[in-house]
């Protein structure tokens, strides 16, 4: 679909991430909570070697004329 943008970021970490909500103070714990903010869809991939998080946002619309 031309109308949305596919991001996928890859790395060797273990384990599965997971949607928390982070309180003022925390210094981690953000990142998946923004990415559901804007996304259309998301979601985690297991990978023989680490884990990949991919991300399908919808492009805005340019103006017409």
């Known amino acids: 679909d031309d109308a949305q943008v596919r991001i996928e970021v890859e790395d060797d970490a273990q ?6 909500h982070a309180t003022v103070t925390d210094e ?20 023989g070697w680490g884990k990949q998080v991919w991300v399908e ?5 340019a103006p017409a004329g």
């Open 57 to 61: 946002l919808r492009r805005p619309l």
């Open 15 to 20: 384990g599965t991430p997971r949607l928390v």
């Open 28 to 47: 981690r714990g953000r990142g998946l909570y923004i990415v559901d903010s804007l996304a259309e869809h998301w979601g985690i991939r297991t990978l």
